[in-house]
């Protein structure tokens, strides 16, 4: 099984997600947000989400931070997951 891990990453990526058979989306909390690089990465591949490109893929998401902002980090994250198995 091929679990690709992803922390945002500006250019590539979107043909590692739709080979892998499972993505973990992980980003720190930045201002109580996603880092510009996840949010550059789920913007380039939100066509993936409304094609339903991913579906039957393993998703997870998670995010670390200094002491806040988890809940409304992970909540942003969370959309990119519904439609699939995590
Ligand atoms: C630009 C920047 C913004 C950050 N914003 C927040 C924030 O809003 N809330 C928070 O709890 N931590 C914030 N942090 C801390 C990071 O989330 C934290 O450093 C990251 O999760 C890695 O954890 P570590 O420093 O313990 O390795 C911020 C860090 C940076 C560099």
Redesign the pocket.
């Known amino acids: 099984m091929k679990i690709l891990g992803i922390c945002g990453s500006p250019r590539g990526g979107k043909s590692q997600m739709l080979e892998a058979d499972g993505i973990v989306l992980a980003s720190?909390?930045?201002?109580?947000h996603v880092t510009a690089q996840m949010k550059a990465l789920l913007d380039r591949t939100s066509h993936f989400v409304h094609c339903l490109r991913l579906t039957g893929k393993y998703m997870a998401a998670l995010t670390?931070?200094?002491?806040?902002?988890g809940e409304a980090t992970m909540a942003f994250m969370k959309p990119n997951l519904q439609p699939y198995h995590h």
Do not use: E, I, Q
């Open positions: 720190p909390v930045y201002l109580d670390t931070s200094g002491g806040g902002g």
